[in-house]
C-alpha cells in the first residue's frame, strides 16, 4: 500500500498531570456451488424483496419488525442456500447482514408443530449470543418460535431447569456450556436439522475447537431419520487452516463468498494520529501507563468541541481499558467500560445503556472487537495497534462502524513505533489511512 506522509496534528502542547498517570438452494438445482460478487454493482443488482424469497409471512412480518427492510446481498444469495437444505460456507465483511442471513434461513425451516430442537447457532462470545438469541426471538415471535440462550456466567441450574420443561425449537449459545448441557443430557439433539457457526474462524482456534469437534459428533451420532445435519458456516475471514476445518467437517458445502476484491472496510473513513515519544522500555508497567495516559489525552484533545453522538473506544489489556475509562469520567465524559473481568450481568448492563444512548463513550477490551453490533455507531477510536499475527483484531474493530451501508470513521493514535506495523495491516485489507488533518471536522 502506497503511503505519503502528511503533516500531523499537532499534539505537543498536550501535558499529563499527575491525576492521569491514574494506575489502577434453489441455486440452479444444486448446479451453482459458488456465488461470487466483486463489485458493488453487481451487489446493488442482487437487491431484492423479501416476498420474492417466498417465505412464511409471518416470518417476512417477523423480518420487517427488527427493521430489515430489504435483503443485503448476502442474504439475496444465503437465504435461499439455507432453506435448500444443503450446507452452506458463507464469507462477507462486517455489518454485511451475516447474521440476519442464517437467522432468516434457518427461522424458514423450523417446523413449529415439532416441540423439539432443531436449530443450533454456536457463537465464541457470550454478548454475540446474546444479540443473537435477542434476533431469534424478535423475528420468530410471530411463527411461535421459541429460543433459549446458554452461556456460561449465568445459573446453570436455571438453564437445565428450563431445558428440562420446555421446548425450544432454537438454541443460541458458546460451545462451553451447551457442550455441558448435550453431554449432561439435559439438551436433546436427536431432532436437530441445522447447526450454525457463526464467526467460524474464532470457533476454529485452540480454545473452542475441540468442543465444537465434539458438538459436531454427538449432534451427528444422536440424530434420528435420514436427513442429514445442515451446517452453515459463517464468518468475515477465513484462514487455509479454517478452511481445511470447513473441508472436514462439510466437503461440498455451497460457497457464499461477497467479500470485495478492492474494500473490505468501504464505508469507513480512517485516520491516524502518531506521536513520537518514549515512554520507556514496554514491558515496564509505568511506562506502559504513561503511554496509555498520553493517548487518552491526545482523544480528549481530537474530540474536543467535537459533536459525537457516540464512540466506541479500543484498546487490547483490560487495565488500560480501565485506566482510561476512569480518566474520562473524570474528565467529566459520559463513559462505561467492558472487558471480560465484569460478571455477564454486569456486561449486559453496559452494552444495553450503550445500545440505548444512555452512554456516550464505550471503552472497550477486544471483547468487543467481534459480532455485537451497535446500530448507527460511526466513530471507533483505536488506542493500540494489534500485533501482525492477530491482524483480523484490526479489521473487526474499524468493522464496528460504517456497517450496513452507513458511513463510519475510525481514528488511529499510535506511537511511531507501531507505525510500520499498523500499514501493514491495513495494507493486507486494502484499506487507506490518512494523517488526521489539523481542521478535522466530524460529522453524523
Same mark, same amino acid.
Not at 294 to 317: G, P, W
Not at 388 to 399: A, K, T
Given at each position: 500500500m502506497s ?25 440452479n ?28 409471512p ?14 443485503s ?13 444443503k450446507?452452506v ?5 462486517s455489518g454485511?447482514?451475516?447474521t440476519?442471513?442464517f ?5 424458514e ?36 418460535v ?15 431447569s ?5 421446548n425450544?425449537?432454537?438454541?443460541v ?44 459428533e454427538?449432534a451427528?451420532?444422536s440424530?434420528v ?10 464468518s468475515?475471514?477465513y ?9 472436514n ?6 460457497i ?11 464505508g469507513?473513513k480512517?485516520?491516524?494520529v502518531?506521536? $513520537? ?10 511506562a506502559?501507563?504513561? $503511554? ?8 480528549m ?21 480501565n ?7 473524570r ?7 467492558i ?13 444495553e ?12 477490551s ?6 455485537v ?17 492477530s ?23 499510535v506511537?511511531s ?11 493486507e ?16
Amino acid at each position: 500500500m502506497s503511503y505519503e506522509k502528511k503533516p500531523n496534528k499537532d499534539i505537543s502542547s498536550i501535558d499529563l498531570t499527575e491525576e492521569d498517570l491514574y494506575t489502577t438452494k434453489k441455486t440452479n438445482e444444486d448446479k451453482v456451488k459458488k456465488v461470487i460478487y466483486k463489485d458493488d454493482e453487481d451487489k446493488q443488482k442482487s437487491e431484492s424483496r423479501w416476498e420474492e424469497f417466498k417465505l412464511k409471512p409471518k416470518l417476512i412480518e417477523g423480518v420487517y419488525r427488527v427493521g430489515f427492510e430489504k435483503p443485503s446481498p448476502i442474504q439475496c444469495i444465503a437465504v435461499p442456500a439455507i432453506v435448500s437444505g444443503k450446507d452452506v460456507r458463507a464469507q462477507s465483511e462486517s455489518g454485511t447482514g451475516k447474521t440476519g442471513a442464517f437467522c432468516v434461513g434457518t427461522l424458514e425451516r423450523i417446523d413449529t408443530s415439532l416441540s423439539t430442537t432443531q436449530c443450533l447457532v454456536l457463537v465464541s462470545t457470550r454478548e454475540i449470543a446474546k444479540q443473537i438469541s435477542g434476533l431469534y426471538e424478535t423475528v420468530g415471535e410471530l411463527l411461535g418460535v421459541n429460543s433459549k440462550l446458554l452461556i456460561g456466567g449465568r445459573k446453570l441450574e436455571q438453564d437445565k431447569s428450563d431445558l428440562v420443561n420446555n421446548n425450544y425449537h432454537v438454541v443460541v449459545g458458546t460451545p462451553g456450556r451447551v457442550y455441558e448441557m448435550i453431554n449432561k443430557g439435559y439438551l436433546k439433539i436427536e431432532n436437530l436439522k441445522m447447526m450454525v457457526l457463526d464467526e467460524a474462524d474464532e470457533l476454529f482456534k485452540a480454545d473452542f475447537q475441540l468442543q465444537i469437534r465434539a458438538i459436531y459428533e454427538l449432534a451427528v451420532e444422536s440424530k434420528v431419520g435420514s436427513d442429514g445435519l445442515q451446517t452453515l458456516f459463517f464468518s468475515a475471514t477465513y484462514s487455509q487452516e479454517d478452511l481445511n476445518v470447513v473441508s472436514n467437517i462439510s466437503p461440498d458445502p455451497i460457497i457464499v463468498d461477497m467479500r470485495s476484491d478492492e474494500h473490505t472496510l468501504q464505508g469507513v473513513k480512517q485516520y491516524l494520529v502518531c506521536f $513520537e515519544r518514549n515512554f520507556g522500555p514496554r514491558n515496564d508497567e509505568e511506562a506502559r501507563v504513561k $503511554e496509555v495516559c498520553f493517548k487518552v489525552s491526545t482523544l480528549m484533545a481530537i474530540i474536543a468541541e467535537q459533536k459525537i453522538n457516540q464512540m466506541l473506544v479500543f484498546i487490547r489489556r483490560k487495565k488500560d481499558a480501565n485506566i482510561v475509562a476512569d480518566i474520562l469520567k473524570r474528565k467529566g465524559y459520559n463513559c462505561d467500560c467492558i472487558t471480560a473481568d465484569l460478571e455477564q450481568e454486569e456486561r449486559e448492563t453496559v452494552i444495553e445503556e450503550f445500545r440505548k444512548g444512555t452512554t456516550r463513550i464505550l471503552v472497550a477490551s477486544d471483547i468487543l472487537k467481534r459480532g455485537v453490533d451497535f446500530q448507527g455507531l460511526s466513530m471507533v477510536i483505536c488506542l493500540d495497534v494489534p500485533p501482525y499475527d492477530s491482524r483480523d483484531i484490526y479489521f473487526h474493530r474499524v468493522g464496528r462502524t460504517g456497517r450496513y451501508g452507513r458511513r463510519g470513521t475510525a481514528i488511529h493514535i499510535v506511537n511511531s513505533s507501531d507505525l510500520s506495523n499498523l500499514l501493514r495491516i491495513a495494507g493486507e485489507y486494502k484499506s487507506t489511512i490518512d494523517y488526521l488533518p489539523d481542521d478535522f471536522k466530524f460529522s453524523d
